[in-house]
């Protein structure tokens, strides 16, 4: 499976640019398009699973 296609969801590091994904990879800058925007790519459910633990907040 090419995961460059799939939506990861994640944080860009402002210092470096790289986006550490919830999944647990590291997109280099520049490698990682608007990863945010699910615009006819399917969502990574290693990140939309983390996602929605994270955002239940544990609770
Ligand atoms: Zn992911």
Known sequence: MDSSRLVHR???SWW????KTLC???LPAGTAKAP???ILLKACPGCEAVHQLTRNGGK
Do not use: A
């Not at 470096?16 to 986006?19: C, F, L, M, T």
């Open 10 to 12: 994640g944080k860009k």
């Open 24 to 26: 647990g990879l590291t």
């Open 36 to 38: 945010w925007f699910p």
């Open 16 to 19: 470096s640019g790289n986006v």
